[in-house]
């Protein structure tokens, strides 16, 4: 009996320590939450993230649309793209865009792009610039602007039928921002850092350079 009655109250002192332990507050700073995919998340109608975190993003998808803009400018018959003025778009070098906030910035496309596609990204301008020079409409095996098979719109075509200024766009998409969300930004020492504030700047980065609007949510795809 007396040993019976020593287990219990050896269990219940450990039992005590334990829920004094568990109980205690939490340090300001926690790990991560884990989620299990059980769990109910509330969306917001409106994302309000921290401007300033997203400042530079924004800035680089603005100088992204602008050479996109300029690129597209071939789509029209007999109008030279230069590749230098891609290439200084793209490194923001030489004032090379409308607005005076761009160019003083002190910031560019380049440096946030992986840097594994920057030579094909420059090759690409290449390819644009020669195609543009085509004073013929598009052919098998020649260069020149004709109008889309799919749409009523006029693309430029290289020689080899493609419309590079889409390689352009598409490259950017996946090497800048698909890079930097996926990557940079949220890859796992960011979304495990012990830190809240880290974790709350990468997130506001990353859905900067998803590049939509902060009540995208309440808009409706049709297809």
């Known amino acids: 009996m007396q040993s019976l009655k020593f287990t219990s109250t050896f269990f219940i002192f450990i039992f005590s320590v334990s829920l004094f332990f568990s109980c205690k507050p939490k ?16 969306t917001p109608t409106i994302y309000s993230g921290n401007k300033q975190y997203m400042h530079d993003a924004d800035i680089r998808l603005v100088m992204f649309e602008s050479l996109i803009e300029y690129a597209q400018s071939g789509n029209t018959k007999e109008v030279f793209v230069d590749s230098i003025k891609l290439k200084n778009m793209f490194y923001n070098t030489s004032s090379p865009f409308d607005t005076a906030y761009l ?13 594994v596609y920057k ?36 693309k430029l075509y290289d020689a080899n039928g493609i419309a590079v200024y889409e390689l352009i766009e598409k490259q950017l998409m996946g090497s800048l921002q698909l890079y930097q969300i996926c990557s940079v930004l949220l890859a796992d020492n960011n979304l495990k850092n012990q830190s809240k504030e880290i974790r709350l700047q990468t997130w506001d980065k990353a859905f900067a350079y998803l590049g939509v609007t902060p009540d995208f949510i309440n808009y409706k795809v049709t297809r």
Request: no cysteine; glycine share 8%.
């Open 119 to 154: 030579p094909e990204i420059e090759k690409l301008f290449g390819r644009l610039s020669i195609a543009s020079k085509s004073q013929v409409e598009s052919a098998n095996g020649v260069a020149g602007v004709k109008q889309a098979t799919t749409t009523s719109a006029f």
């Open 27 to 42: 340090k300001q700073d926690d790990p991560a939450p884990v989620y299990t995919g059980d769990e109910v998340i509330s």
């Open 103 to 115: 160019n003083t910035s002190g910031l560019n496309i380049a440096e946030a792009v992986d840097p």
